[in-house]
């Protein structure tokens, strides 16, 4: 009669080589899956803030009234700006834009950056999503005149070591 005398050394090496193999495969996986999320997670914050801003730029636009472009005395162009400009939401930053880590262009007249903090998401009625120093702030790009809105976020996103900031960049990711 033969004896089992029990695991090999050799059977327990090729045991936990599988085991570690399958480990590694788990938590490469894992990260990708969460690396996804959190690009979904930002896209989707982005996308909400963008459609809430649409509504106030709109209304900023009808502050500027018909045919402000064919308008000639210039206290009553910067009185209709001014009084749009206090329907977008947020802290205008449009003088100090360069300070702030994302990638903007020189844009046209009557194009403004406003900084969003936590506190002015909660005033557009955009819960659970926090804009600060830690998780990035929101920074909303208002064109009046145009009624056109683009959404940044200074900590963006990381593919390929490339950092995108902008909302149409990330939506193509």
Known sequence: M????????????????ILLLVVGISVNTGNNIIK???IENLKTNMLLIKV?????????NFSLGTAFEKITDETEK??????????????????SISSYNI????????VYY???????LLDMGITNVESD????????????VNSEVEVYNTKGIEKE???????NEIQNL
């Open 2 to 17: 033969k004896e089992n005398k029990g695991i090999t050394m050799i059977s327990l090496l090729i045991i936990v080589l």
């Open 36 to 38: 996804q999320s959190q």
């Open 52 to 60: 809430k801003g649409k509504e106030y730029v709109e209304n900023a």
């Open 78 to 95: 910067n009185n209709r700006i001014e009084k749009a400009k206090s329907k977008l939401e947020g802290e205008d930053i449009t003088n």
């Open 103 to 110: 990638n903007v262009t020189a844009d046209a007249e009557n």
């Open 114 to 120: 406003y900084k969003l903090d936590t506190q002015n």
């Open 133 to 144: 120093e830690k998780k990035g702030w929101y920074i909303i790009k208002y064109d009046v």
């Open 161 to 167: 070591n490339t950092k995108y900031y902008a909302l």
